[in-house]
């Protein structure tokens, strides 16, 4: 009776009675009552999220930890997520614990003190088990941010963070705790706040007046920074650290500490231990070898202002003790390596004043002269002739152009010849989207199979397809053709077409009346693309065709002629009807760049007597690929193109492929566009091969956006339109343009690749580019300390000529701004950056000659970057070569 009573108060929601009832209950009686609660609670987790079914949650709660007569099951029990936000209070569930002996109950506290810091366990419930079990207090995750958490919040009883800190008996455990843990400081960084009340000042007056080691706080502070971490995290403790205030006695025993801080932490963590380094450096506490190895880790660090810091202090102690020269000059000509040529010429500069203080000849020198090598080459000559050295001349400096190997075209391999290997890849392909010869050959290997053998293919193809949401849904109330039927979603709407989810109703008006998309810039690429798509999903049911006639050739997206024709032959053979989306495909990709190719497969297709035959044969005939006349349009700060008609892509081809031969304007075309962020986007090119500049212009205006309106991964396919066929004309390189001057660095280094593709293929209008990035700069459209970003990476792999190249046409216009400025005008961000690539890529590469407006800013007065990298440059432009 008494477990009757106990289920009824606990489906009522009376946790009281059901406690009291728990109060006069034996072991045995409990735990038959188990099974009961269990069911109860399966039966509450299928039920409604209302109010009548959590009323029972507390309850429940409190009798099942009780009913649990093992710790690892009450621990279980009292942890579980789907009680978490109805649970019992912290009190009732210590009440109905609290006969437990004190071993169980421990058992039970640091089983719970493991569970994860998401499991959200009260800390109130934590340090009662605590307290009945007399157990040693836990220093896992869970329990010490929930004690930091509850004297954080303890405002509300009265008295400050210090107040409360003092009356904690286990206050040194839960302090050395928080530096154990990597996981609990991040969560509690919001406690340690500003003001007199703060942690860290709370701390610091505990360890003053002994209640806490002040030395066993400075130590674990230093060794948190040693094991490094998040900013946030670190900055924690560095200011916990200030606050102890630590002597210069414990700064100088940690020595060693601070010099790998220095070398190594978080950049707010390197300034500190520097500036302490550098105080006893000054103050003569540090000696030369000391200070020598600490500069060698500073010098590396990519931070400009810790290594100019460094460069400071390293001439003050020289100026102070000239001895110490031999010593330190060599950890000075450490920064010859550093990637900044200011911080190069700034430790040239300090060797040049200096030198004079070593001996003629020695180790100091020699390394030195090793050092030099690093120097970017108009410093390397000064450095040389300052050393001593023997100078090779200019011609020494002149480096060999690093360019990426030429991308070649790879031929497709044939589609799988089983159904499980073509599932396999089916798999992959839908993981990873693949590229155009990944889709192509899984495509055809697709249709192939469906031809030899549906049930089969339908078979190997199910454990594919269990992973989409139409996967083990009945067709008849299925909406996958709905919802295919604005976008296929590639490979998706021929699958679901093979597993009869979508039904011929659909697959037919998509094939008669195509897209239902809008008239926007990616319409006509679209169209076309998924017009094949559809056509196929509707062959699969209705009229299988034994193989696909636009499979391309190459990876690029062409067809070799030879390879078309004998797929005619073949369908001629077969008596098969080729597939009008196909067949119009298929026309496209056919190369007809080889007349003497072309005349003879014309030839072999005229012979077919088929009417694709004659249709090839009468597209072989023609001159091709042609690409339409283009004019620029300005929308705002950006410079977008227009296309004119093209007469070859209209007449018999069919209706949904006559719009990539329709004139493409800016401010017409702008419907809803469904295209932000879709799969697919690396087939376009392959849709039109050897005409990309269709691709380019239609997509001009989302790649603008990555540099005018800061979106992400719109420059994402710049490789690949490098990597194209055709001409790389105006669009191209408008595109490339904008994608050097994008937001983020992931569609920056995407136009750099394709910058240093197109001139590796010989392909790259130098000219033409340098004259777009600054028209679009003057605009206000692109920001030169992006530009310079992406030009000092292209310069970097060694592609010296090429980038000065741009240059040599972008920073003309750019000094005519300044100087149009006047004298009084400041210069851009980023044009003294751009001046400092473009003097390494002139010293690199032996560019000379003159450079419109440069002359003027060189002259100009001041010791700006701007002004000083300006100097440099007509210095390396103007130097004459050696004899």
């Not at 900013?231 to 200011?239: G, H, S, Y």
């Not at 999903?537 to 050739?553: C, H, I, V």
């Amino acid at each position: 009776m008494s477990g009757e009573a106990l289920l009824n108060a606990v489906r009522a929601g009376r946790t009281v009675e059901a406690a009291g009832l728990l109060d006069g209950m034996t072991d045995g009686e409990r735990r038959a009552c188990l099974p009961a609660l269990k069911e109860l609670r399966k039966e509450l987790r299928t039920a409604p999220w209302n109010a009548e079914s959590r009323v029972a949650y507390p309850a429940l709660h409190a009798a099942g930890a009780a009913c649990h007569t093992g710790a690892a099951g009450a621990a279980t029990w009292i942890a579980a997520a789907d009680m978490r936000w109805s649970q019992a209070s912290p009190g009732v569930l210590l009440h109905v614990l609290g006969d437990r002996e004190s071993d169980w109950l421990a058992d039970l506290t640091h089983r719970l003190a493991g569970r994860p810091v998401t499991s959200r366990l009260p800390f109130a419930l934590l340090s009662g088990l605590v307290g009945l079990s007399g157990c040693e207090v836990p220093t896992t995750d869970a329990y010490v941010q929930g004690w930091f958490e509850h004297i954080g919040a303890s405002w509300h009883s009265g008295g400050t963070v210090v107040q409360r800190l003092r009356k904690e008996p286990h206050l040194p455990r839960m302090i050395a705790a928080l530096f154990e843990s990597l996981e609990v400081t991040g969560r509690i960084t919001w406690l340690f706040g500003d003001g007199p009340g703060s942690w860290y000042n709370a701390l610091a007056e505990l360890a003053e007046e002994g209640d806490l080691d002040r030395k066993v706080l400075v130590d674990a502070c230093v060794a948190r920074l040693l094991r490094g971490g998040v900013p946030a995290d670190q900055r924690v403790f560095l200011r916990l650290l200030s606050s102890l205030g630590p002597t210069r006695e414990e700064e100088r025993e940690r020595t060693s500490d601070w010099t790998a801080l220095a070398c190594q932490a978080v950049p707010a963590v390197a300034w500190h231990a520097q500036s302490v380094l550098a105080a006893l450096a000054l103050d003569g506490e540090l000696t030369s070898r000391q200070l020598a190895e600490m500069s060698s880790g500073v010098l590396f660090r990519t931070e400009k202002k810790l290594v100019r810091a460094q460069l400071v202090l390293l001439g003050k102690v020289l100026r102070h003790d000239p001895s110490t020269a031999d010593v330190l000059l060599p950890a000075v000509a450490e920064a010859f390596g550093h990637e900044d040529t200011e911080v190069q010429e700034r430790a040239l500069k300090l060797v040049e004043r200096h030198v004079t203080a070593l001996p003629d000849s020695g180790d100091a020198r020699d390394r030195l002269g090793e050092l030099a090598d690093d120097l970017s080459p108009g410093l390397r000559l000064r450095a040389q002739r300052l050393l001593g050295i023997e100078a090779l001349g200019s011609a020494s400096v002149v480096q060999e152009e690093v360019l990426p190997p030429v991308p070649e075209r790879a031929r497709l391999a044939t589609a799988p010849d089983s159904v499980t290997e073509l599932a396999e890849e089916v798999s992959a392909l839908l993981a990873s989207g693949g590229g155009v010869a990944a889709f192509e050959r899984t495509l055809d290997g697709l249709v192939r199979h469906a031809h030899r053998d549906r049930d089969a293919l339908v078979e190997a193809l199910g454990p594919v397809v269990a992973r989409f949401w139409w996967g083990d849904g009945d067709s008849r109330y299925s909406n996958a053709g709905r919802h295919y039927r604005e976008s296929p979603q590639g490979l998706e709407v021929v699958l679901a077409t093979l597993f009869e989810q979508i039904d011929m109703d659909t697959l037919h008006a998509a094939v008669q009346q195509g897209t239902t998309s809008g008239n926007c810039h990616h319409s006509a690429l679209s169209r076309a693309f998924e017009a094949r798509l559809w056509e196929v999903s509707y062959r699969l049911r209705a009229d299988p065709m034994p193989f696909l006639l636009a499979t391309p050739t190459w990876d690029t997206g062409l067809l070799e002629p030879d390879e078309l024709v004998a797929r005619l032959t073949e369908y001629r053979r077969l008596d098969a009807r080729p597939g009008t989306a196909d067949f119009a495909q298929a026309l496209l990709r056919v190369r007809r760049d080889d007349p003497a190719t072309a005349a003879a497969a014309a030839a072999r297709a005229r012979a077919l007597g088929s009417p694709e035959g004659y249709r090839l044969a009468q597209w072989l005939a023609a001159e091709g690929p042609l690409l339409p006349e283009s004019r620029r349009r300005t929308s705002g700060v950006r410079i977008l193109l227009e296309l004119g008609e093209l007469e070859d892509i209209q007449g018999l081809f069919p209706p949904e492929f006559r719009h990539l031969g329709r004139p493409f304007t800016v401010f017409k075309d702008r419907w809803y566009c469904r295209h932000w962020g879709v799969r697919g986007l690396q087939h376009w090119p392959a849709v039109v091969p050897g005409r990309r500049e269709l691709v380019a212009a239609r997509l001009l205006g989302d790649i603008s956006t990555a540099a005018v309106e800061d979106s992400r991964a719109d420059a994402a396919i710049l490789p690949l339109l490098a990597e194209a066929d055709g001409e790389a004309g105006e669009a191209l390189h408008l595109c490339v343009a904008y994608g050097l001057g994008a937001r983020h660095p992931e569609d920056r280094l995407a136009a750099v690749d394709a910058l240093l593709i197109l001139a590796a293929r010989g392909q790259l209008d130098a000219g033409r580019l340098g004259t777009d990035i600054g028209e679009l700069v003057r605009r206000g459209a692109l920001k030169q300390s992006r530009l310079a970003e992406s030009i000092r990476t292209a310069a970097a792999t060694g592609a010296y000529a090429t980038v000065w190249s741009v240059l040599r046409d972008l920073l003309p216009v750019l000094l005519a701004d300044l100087a149009a400025d006047g004298a009084g005008g400041g210069p851009v961000r980023g044009l003294g950056e751009l001046l400092a690539v473009a003097a390494d890529c002139a010293e690199r590469s032996g560019a000379r000659g003159d450079l419109a407006h440069l002359a003027g800013t060189a002259e100009r007065r001041g010791s700006s970057k701007v002004v000083t990298q300006a100097r440099r440059l007509r210095t390396a432009l103007t130097q004459e070569a050696a004899a």
